[in-house]
C-alpha cells in the first residue's frame, strides 16, 4: 500500500500516546495470553505469540511482564471467556474499515464500535462487506542505517520473504505470516535490527485521501476506535497524498 511507512510512523505516535495512558500495555497483554492460550508457549511454535511479543518488545514492555503474560495464557484459563470479532465497515469516502476486537460482552463491543463509526460519518458493515480487501502479512521495518539493501535483500528472500521494499528510510520485508519466525532468526543471525515487526493486515485496493479535513475525520475514527478497551487493532485502506502527510505530519 503506497505510503505504508509514512502511514506506520503515525500509527507509531498514537501507539506511544496510549502507551502513555497504558491502554496499550493492557491490550498487548491480552492478547499476548490470548495466543499462549490458543498456540502455546514457545514462541518458535507459535507466529502469532511471536509476531505480538516482538510488537510488545517495541513498545517498549519488559520482558518480564511479557513472560508473565505467557505463563499465565499458557498455563491458567485466563483469556477463556474472550471471543475475537472482526467488525467491518466504511469511513467516509468510501474507506474499507477492518477493527479486531477481544470481548467477553458482544452486545457492549458492537454498539461501541458502531457509535464509533456513526460519530464521524461512517457506518458498521455486514460480515465480509470489505474483508476481502484485506489479506495477513508480516511487515518487518529495518532502517537503512541498519543495512544495505543487498545484503537485506539476499537475507530476506532466502529466508522466505515474498519483497523487500525500500520507502522514505526504511527497508520493509513482506512475507507471509509462516516466514515471520524464519525470518526473525535470520534478521538477528545477522545482526540487523529491525524497528517494527509485526503481524498486520495489508489492503489490495487503496482509497485515496487528497484533503486534510477527510483525513483528519478518518484519523478521529480510528482513534475513537483505538481507544475502545475491546479493540486490538484497525486497519484501513485510506492512503493520504503526500501534501495531506505533509500537513499531518506538521
Not at 497483554?29 to 511479543?53: K, Q, Y
Not at 515471520?180 to 498486520?200: C, N, V, Y
Request: hydrophobic share 45%; aromatic share 4%.
Amino acid at each position: 500500500m503506497a505510503g505504508h511507512s509514512k502511514w506506520a510512523n503515525i500509527k507509531h505516535r498514537k501507539a506511544r500516546q496510549d502507551a502513555v495512558k497504558g491502554k496499550v500495555f493492557t491490550k498487548l497483554i491480552r492478547e499476548i495470553t490470548v495466543a499462549a492460550r490458543i498456540g502455546g508457549a514457545i514462541e518458535a511454535d507459535n507466529p502469532r505469540l511471536r509476531a505480538i511479543v516482538a510488537k510488545a518488545l517495541a513498545a517498549n514492555m519488559s520482558r518480564d511482564v511479557i513472560q508473565r503474560a505467557v505463563a499465565r495464557g499458557a498455563q491458567s484459563d485466563d483469556g477463556k471467556d474472550l471471543a475475537e470479532i472482526t467488525y467491518e465497515g466504511y469511513g467516509i469516502h468510501g474507506v474499507a474499515v477492518l477493527v479486531e476486537t477481544m470481548t467477553d460482552n458482544l452486545n457492549r463491543t458492537v454498539a461501541e464500535v458502531r457509535h464509533a463509526f456513526s460519530k464521524t460519518g461512517g457506518n458498521l458493515g455486514t460480515s465480509g462487506s470489505v474483508a476481502y480487501l484485506f489479506a495477513q502479512r508480516c511487515e518487518i521495518d529495518i532502517e537503512h542505517a541498519a543495512t544495505n539493501e543487498d545484503r537485506l535483500m539476499e537475507i530476506a528472500l532466502e529466508a522466505g520473504a515474498d519483497d523487500v521494499q525500500n520507502e522514505d528510510d526504511v527497508y520493509t520485508i513482506i512475507a507471509a505470516p509462516s516466514a515471520f519466525g524464519p525470518i526473525m532468526d535470520a534478521l538477528a543471525q545477522a545482526g540487523i535490527r529491525h524497528s517494527r515487526a509485526e503481524l498486520t493486515m495489508h489492503a489490495s485496493t487503496v482509497a485515496d485521501i487528497d484533503d486534510l479535513e477527510s483525513a483528519e475525520k478518518i484519523l478521529k475514527m480510528i482513534d475513537l476506535l483505538e481507544d475502545l478497551d475491546d479493540v486490538q487493532n484497525v486497519y484501513t485502506n485510506a492512503n493520504f497524498s503526500p501534501a495531506v502527510m505533509q500537513a499531518l505530519n506538521g
